[in-house]
């Protein structure tokens, strides 16, 4: 390992070396966004084959987004400090070895555990792909195809993960899934030691060792209280202590990096309005998405009892829709003013969603599918030109951290969308694999409610966006100040 003081800066390769440097990179997105859209599908598969009940899945769901969420900003301190690449293959192989212990697996809890190491692998994985392509595609317009590029296999991995996975957990088993990951994996690690590019950024920012813990605690914690609560209740002691922790961790957290030279999580961003109300629809949208992307999955294979490939097929309209809306969105963000298609997107997708939660529970597929595209046309619509009103809140010297709290918003809202759920859904989708009449209507009761968060969330996303992002042109505010 290289000295503290020891830069290495390497020059790029040739066409060949950047060539290999953007597959690898594009084979790690892909494989992450691949193996979230695939383990949607195969949970109600591990439902039935583990005898778990929701409560469980829950924690396959959320034993993933917990560790990411909570280390991702380690993953970038990593990176910066001890090299882009070597962080990038310790975390492919860290995710590699995740994806063959949840193959492996044979009760819910190891299955959960795999899926948190896959978590802390993806938390360093994630960093350091845009560093990478920046660092070997120096040129401008090399770099705007190459970031293309990655776009494009983004949409990608949205239109097959669902038709990918739930083909793969219907004929192969849900072990399959996660097999999937390995070959990629090994890719990644046989090509990317090769790659050129920096090995070391320098020292850089100190590590915000309390920070860090505090973040970890508390999401630890909550996560912990919100699946547990509804099946243990909400004043069962261990369910009591960990909402009591994440109060006091949350707490220690503001003071913490109030105080710190040297934050992890940068609060001084949140006195500009417009970065503030940025974070709160990518927030807002994860909590949305991940909520209604498993209330479908549930709705269509537990109550239609469609196999995980039909409910794949079901779902791409969905998906193909997040894609048009991102590419649509993606020219609007170049314009001046993108709060305008996040407001729209924003509204589209909740009012989608509300009507999906009124049609669905009683109606055929046919009926409300274009209710769940138009959502995802919305929710399309929210990416681009947010992340542009996001990072055109602050300095352009602090993009880089903006973008690292951003995702951990995103992170955290993905990870509260599922926590939630058991609250939401009730005691029918908690216990017992086989639905009686009367627990087949409160779990239809319950999807439509989780349906309507999700809805909600949208339009709480659209007014957030109307108060606070709205601006003739994103720009930093003289109150952010860099407190480093």
Known sequence: MLRDDEEVTGAPGGRRERALTLCVVCSALFLALLDSTVVGLALPTVRRDLGADLTGLQWVVAGYVCPYAALLLTGGFLGDRYGRRRVFLAGMAVFTAGSLLCAAAGSVTVLAAGRAVQGVGAAAVTPQTLALLSQVFPGERERAKALSTWSAVSGLALLLGPVAGGSSAELLGWRSVFLLNVPVGLFALAVGRWLPGPVAAGPGRPLDGPGQVLLVACLGAATYGLVEGPRAGWSAPPVATALTLTCAAALALLRVERRTAHPALRLDFFRGRVFTGATSVTFL?????????????????????????????????????????????????????????VAAGTALA????????????????????????????????????????????????????????????????ALLGVASLGAVLGPAALTGRSLTATARAELTTGLRHGLLLAGLCCLLATTATLLLTRAPRPHPVPEVADHT
């Open 350 to 413: 909740g009012v989608a969603l509300l009507a999906v939660a009124a049609l669905a529970s009683g109606h055929p597929y046919a009926v409300w599918w274009p209710g769940a595209a138009l959502m995802g046309l919305g929710m399309g619509l929210v990416m681009s030109p947010n992340n542009a009103a996001l990072l055109g809140g602050v300095r352009p010297e602090d993009t880089a951290q903006a973008a690292a709290v951003g995702g951990v918003g995103q992170q955290v809202g």
């Open 285 to 341: 949208m994860a909590v949305a998405l991940n909520a209604a992307y498993l209330v479908l999955s549930l709705r269509l294979q537990v109550l239609d009892g469609t196999s995980p490939g039909q409910a794949g097929v079901r779902l791409l309209p969905t998906m193909a829709a997040i894609v048009v809306g991102a590419v649509v969105a993606g020219r609007l963000a170049r314009r001046p003013v993108p709060w305008r298609p």
